[in-house]
């Protein structure tokens, strides 16, 4: 699968495996455009890879279970199109916001303010974000395995390899961004990286339920 014209598939593996090498590597050469939506695409797989096998293996009722999720609870099947576009435009929407204000948060904690910089930042959370979907996935098959023979750990297992998985994952993009936002110290790597997401979320949150908002107005027998 390895594309010699393209440095994608490289950068997928070192941002985990040499971080430091891979952040000089593109600030020395650059990444294109192209390379940016291959990243894109890979991080947009990864992320449906993990989220379908979660639910095909049964990781997500044993989260339900977790949790106390109350089983009677649907969603109207006519609003379920609108729920999922409101799902995908969302996390659009906080990866759009997340890279505009990126610039604007690294220049208050003392960064590169440069959208260059911003770029590839980005690009490295999406080469971050490919490996990550895939460790979901296994985490998942191991909690689901184990909850055949011991079902009161399962649920635990998911739970705690889920949070490892995205604990991890911020922890390897800030020290990224740290390094290409030429950030004085880790601390203000994960800050930037924190509060740039934090707005994304907000932007997110507010695109999904203006979505939902909107079309429950308009269509109010939707409602049960």
């Keep these: 699968m390895s594309n010699p014209g393209s440095p994608v598939w490289d950068d997928v593996m070192r941002v985990w495996t040499d971080p430091h090498g891979v952040v000089e590597a593109g600030q020395r050469e650059g990444r294109s455009r192209a390379d940016g939506w291959r ?4 991080y947009g ?3 449906a890879f ?4 979660n639910r095909r293996l049964g990781a997500d009722a044993l989260l339900d279970s977790f ?12 609003l379920v199109p609108t729920v999922w576009a409101a799902v995908i435009g969302g996390l659009a929407t906080l990866l759009l916001v997340q890279w505009l204000v990126l610039p604007t948060v690294s220049r208050l904690f003392g960064g590169s303010p440069a959208r260059r910089d911003a770029n590839l930042a980005v690009y490295f959370l999406f080469c971050v974000g490919f490996l990550a979907g895939f460790a979901g996935v296994l985490s998942d098959l191991t909690g689901v395995i184990v909850h055949r023979f ?4 399962g649920a635990y297992l998911v739970l705690a390899g889920s949070l490892a998985v995205i604990v991890m994952a911020i922890h390897q993009s800030a020290r990224l961004a740290t390094d290409v936002l030429a950030l004085a110290s880790y601390p203000r790597g994960l800050a930037v990286l924190m509060f740039s997401l934090l707005v994304g979320l907000v932007a997110a949150a507010l695109f999904f339920s203006g ?3 909107g079309t429950l107005t308009l269509f109010p027998e939707l409602v049960d």
């Design 39 to 42: 990243a894109i695409l890979l």
């Design 45 to 47: 797989l990864g992320i």
């Design 50 to 53: 993990s989220l379908v096998l």
């Design 67 to 78: 949790f106390g999720a109350d089983d009677q609870t649907t969603i109207h099947p006519a």
């Design 150 to 153: 011991w079902p009161s750990t």
């Design 211 to 213: 979505v939902l908002v």
